[in-house]
């Protein structure tokens, strides 16, 4: 019986559903535990005793390790039992995040911080794989703009946990994002994991047959994987934007400087500042039209996906140098009356105060931009590549992208401080923010190349396909692969 057939709840519809469900949310997790730290730099700093800087040193690092370990992870993924893995990588950063919120010493957060890493680089390179064999290709943008929206909001979730619960204890959010990750941790043990290949166009007659796809990585596939152009400027544009996108991980600490720039304190910067920095990302939805956008023009056009991502990449820069030189001036949070009020005057100043309205057009435009990158650069992985190999190249991806976020992260801390000796705060964060901007100029550039190389790979992948498609080898019974 084909696969898409069954209507019983072990591998049927409900089944379906609730894999990706708790699939979507373990997704958000994931970079809701990411985003937690940032926010918590001036506090946490204050309470062990060491610089901000030294705690962007953590992130950096834990984005390295993290990129590092993905890679391995994706590649046992392409060659076994991808649900085992996730559930190994979802438990070791939950307990990770656990252990971090006991930390006594600094030594002791970066060693939780590095376990975490591994675990949520197993979430990154597997999850992206698993996630490939739900979605048919000719909705791939679409659906992975809903998976992109979901981590979005995660990241959003976990800045306005820690800019709240952290700003009286700053260890809550760090307990309260691991015991939610352990109770969908075991909820996944559940679930449903789909065959590979199982979506694609040219396997539908032998998953109709009841066969299954029996390709899987083998060591000698990196040559490869290596020698396809597309992902080589996927790469490297993923390596540059990174380094951007490393110094914008600074961008809660960055407003709640603007904030305490107007007289407030640093508990209350944190927390006002983090609620802007919701606001500001209220343009991450529009990626579910980029996603649709990037799938219609893709049937028309093969280069249409790599289009679409070069005028994100480039679009995004004036906005957001623009957006980093306007003051917030004319703030008025009732610091005295309590959390609510506090999260109520930062949200609804967006309407009340004519400077932040400025700064809401500004990152309005610049987060629509850099967005509609997401869903397009992800569905082109998909494209270019065949089942087997989707996991190992994006943990290849996650080590490009990691190195440049670690870069990006490390090198903003030291242009935060040596600018701080020369600008007052914020302006130090704003003139250093705006020249890491200058980077997506080269990450532009490579989506230029991706066009022209696009088209030629992902015919050759659909060719491929089609051979193995009509071929008894390395096709099997299904479920016996």
């Known amino acids: 019986m084909s696969l898409n057939l069954r209507t019983g709840w072990r591998g049927g519809r409900s089944h379906k559903i609730f894999t990706l469900v708790i699939f979507v949310t373990l997704s958000s997790l994931d970079n809701a535990a990411v985003a937690i730290l940032p926010p918590l730099y001036g506090l946490i700093g204050r309470e062990l005793g060491v610089s901000e800087a030294a705690l962007g040193f953590v992130t950096g690092l834990r984005i390295l390790v993290s990129a590092a370990s993905a890679a391995a992870w994706g590649y046992w993924g392409d060659r076994g039992n991808r649900k085992r893995l996730l559930l190994y990588g979802s438990l070791a950063w939950s307990m990770a995040f656990f252990f971090s919120g006991l930390a006594q010493t600094y030594h002791q957060l970066l060693l939780s911080q590095l376990i975490a890493a591994v675990g949520l680089g197993c979430v990154g390179a597997v999850g992206f794989s698993i996630a490939s064999d739900f979605i048919p290709p000719h909705q791939r943008g679409l659906i992975l703009s809903l998976w992109a929206i979901a981590q979005g909001f995660g990241w959003g979730t976990g800045s306005v946990v820690s800019s709240t619960l952290g700003a009286y204890l700053w260890r809550l959010p760090f307990w309260l994002i ?63 934007a990174a380094i951007n996108f490393g110094a914008l991980i600074w961008m809660p600490r960055f407003l709640a400087a603007k904030v305490e720039a107007e007289g407030y304190s640093l508990e209350i910067a944190t927390t006002v500042g983090s609620m802007l920095y919701l606001v500001f990302q209220a343009g991450v939805y529009v990626s579910i039209l980029a996603g649709h956008w990037g799938d219609r023009w893709q049937q028309r056009d093969l280069r249409g996906r790599a289009i679409i991502c070069a005028i994100g990449n480039l679009g995004m820069v004036p906005f957001h140098i623009a957006f980093f030189f306007i003051p917030l001036r004319g703030l008025v949070i009732p610091a005295e009356e309590g959390l609510p009020t506090v999260v109520w005057a930062a949200l609804t100043s967006v309407f009340s105060n004519a400077w932040v309205a400025a700064a809401f057009v500004l990152a309005l435009g610049a987060t629509i931009l850099s967005v509609i ?57 704003a003139l250093a923010l705006a020249l890491f901007q200058l980077v997506m100029l080269p990450a532009g550039l490579c989506y230029y190349r991706a066009i022209k190389t696009t088209p030629k790979d992902i015919l050759a992948a659909r060719q491929t396909l089609a051979e193995r498609g009509t071929s008894t080898e390395g096709i099997s019974v299904l479920g016996k692969t």
């Open 178 to 240: 691991a015991i939610v990750g352990l109770i969908f941790t075991a909820l996944y043990t559940f679930t449903y994991e789909p065959q590979r290949g199982q979506t694609e166009p040219e396997l539908a007659a032998a998953f109709a047959s009841g066969q299954g796809y029996h390709y899987r990585v083998q060591w000698g596939d990196l040559s490869q994987i290596l020698a396809n152009r597309s992902n080589l400027w996927l790469i490297l544009q993923s390596f540059i």
């Open 373 to 429: 990158d997401n869903p397009n650069r992800a569905a082109l992985i998909n494209d270019v590549n065949l089942p087997e190999h989707r996991g190992t190249v994006i943990g290849l991806f996650q080590i490009a992208g990691g190195l440049g976020l670690s870069l990006g992260n490390g090198l903003a801390g030291l242009a935060f401080t040596f600018l701080g000796a020369r600008l007052p705060l914020p302006w130090n964060y």
